[in-house]
C-alpha cells in the first residue's frame, strides 16, 4: 500500500503534489507566517487586497502569482520573497485555492455612474483620490475594487471603525490653549508626534509644548450609515469598477501615471 502511495507522488509533478490535501495545508502554513499579516487571514482579507476574489489585478496564472510573490510588487508595501521551488508551489496553489471556493466575484449589483454622483456629493473626494483626484489624507481608492470584497466596502462605509489599517490610525493634539488638532498619525517619538492634517498639512508638535496627546480608537472617516438602500448600492458598484484602469470607473477622467 505504501509503496504505491510513494509511486503515484513520484508521477505526480510538484505542482500537482502542491494541490493535494498535505500541499495545501503546507502551503497555508507558509502563507500564515508570511503573508496573513497583510493579506489578512479569513477569506475577507485583512487590510490589503484579499486573494479571495479571484480577480488578481497581476495576473491569476500559477507563473503570474510566482511572478508576484518573488518580485514583489514595486511602488507598493508587497515584498517580494525568496522561497524554494516546492515551497513556492504549495503557497501558489494555497492562493489560487483562496479564490476556488471564495464567494463567485460576480459584479456588485447597482448602477456605478449614479454611484459616482454619490461619492461626489458626500464628500469622499475630500480625503480620498481616484486617479489624479482628491486628497491623500485617507487610502487611495484608484484600484479598491481590485484588492477589496464588497462585504468589506459596505462595511468601511457604514462602519469604518470596524477595521483601521495602522497607517491610517488617528491622533489628536490639545495644545496649551484648548486648541485640537486631528490627523493621521505619522510618527512619534519620546520627544514629538508627527501628523498629517486634513488639509494635507504635515504638523510636528513638541510633546512638553502641548497639553496632551490622545490616540483615536475611532477612524477618522465619519461613518455614512444614513445613505439610503440604493445610495449604498450603487456607489458599491462604483467603487468595485475601481480596478485601476480608470476607463472602468465609469467615466472618470483617464489619468496619467497609474498603473
Ligand atoms: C507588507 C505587506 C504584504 C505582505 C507581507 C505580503 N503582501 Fe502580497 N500584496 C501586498 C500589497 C499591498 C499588494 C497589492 C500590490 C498592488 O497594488 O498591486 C499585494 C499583492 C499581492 C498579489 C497580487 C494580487 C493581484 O491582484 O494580482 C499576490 C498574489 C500576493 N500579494 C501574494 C502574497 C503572498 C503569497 C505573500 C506571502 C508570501 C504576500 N503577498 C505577502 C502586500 C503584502
Ligand atoms: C474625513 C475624511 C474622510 C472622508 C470624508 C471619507 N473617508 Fe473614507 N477613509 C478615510 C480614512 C482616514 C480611512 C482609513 C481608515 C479607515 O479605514 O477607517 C478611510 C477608509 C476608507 C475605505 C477603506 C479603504 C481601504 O483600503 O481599506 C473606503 C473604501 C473608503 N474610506 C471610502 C469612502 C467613501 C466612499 C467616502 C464617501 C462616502 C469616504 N470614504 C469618505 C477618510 C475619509
Request: hydrophobic content about 35%; aromatic content about 6%.
Amino acid at each position: 500500500m505504501r509503496i504505491v502511495v510513494v509511486a503515484v507522488l513520484l508521477l505526480c509533478s510538484a505542482a500537482a503534489w502542491a494541490q493535494t490535501e498535505t500541499g495545501l495545508a503546507a502551503g497555508k502554513a507558509t502563507f500564515r507566517s508570511n503573508c496573513a499579516f497583510c493579506h489578512g487571514l479569513t477569506r475577507g482579507g485583512g487590510r490589503r487586497p484579499a486573494l479571495s476574489s479571484g480577480r488578481f489585478v497581476h495576473g491569476a496564472t500559477p507563473d503570474d502569482i510566482k511572478n508576484v510573490i518573488r518580485n514583489g510588487v514595486p511602488g507598493t508595501t508587497m515584498p517580494s520573497f525568496e522561497f524554494a521551488s516546492d515551497e513556492l508551489d504549495e503557497l501558489v496553489a494555497y492562493v489560487r485555492s483562496l479564490s476556488g471556493s471564495a464567494p463567485k466575484a460576480a459584479p456588485v449589483a447597482g448602477d456605478p455612474v449614479k454611484g459616482r454622483q454619490v461619492y461626489e456629493r458626500s464628500g469622499c473626494s475630500g480625503c480620498h483620490r481616484i486617479g489624479m483626484e482628491g486628497s491623500v489624507y485617507g487610502p487611495e481608492l484608484t484600484r479598491i475594487g481590485a484588492g477589496r470584497s464588497s462585504e468589506y466596502l459596505r462595511e468601511s462605509i457604514v462602519n469604518p471603525s470596524a477595521d483601521i489599517p495602522e497607517e491610517y490610525a488617528g491622533v489628536t493634539v490639545v495644545t496649551h490653549d484648548g486648541q485640537r488638532i486631528t490627523g493621521v498619525r505619522i510618527n512619534e517619538d519620546s520627544f514629538t508626534v508627527q501628523l498629517r492634517d486634513a488639509s494635507q498639512n504635515f504638523r510636528m508638535f513638541q510633546r512638553n509644548e502641548v497639553q496632551q496627546v490622545i490616540q483615536e480608537t475611532k477612524s477618522l472617516m465619519p461613518p455614512y450609515s444614513s445613505l439610503s438602500k440604493d445610495d449604498l448600492q450603487n456607489l458599491l458598484a462604483y467603487l468595485d469598477s475601481l480596478r485601476g484602469d480608470l476607463k472602468a470607473g465609469a467615466g472618470v477622467k483617464k489619468a496619467e501615471g497609474i498603473r
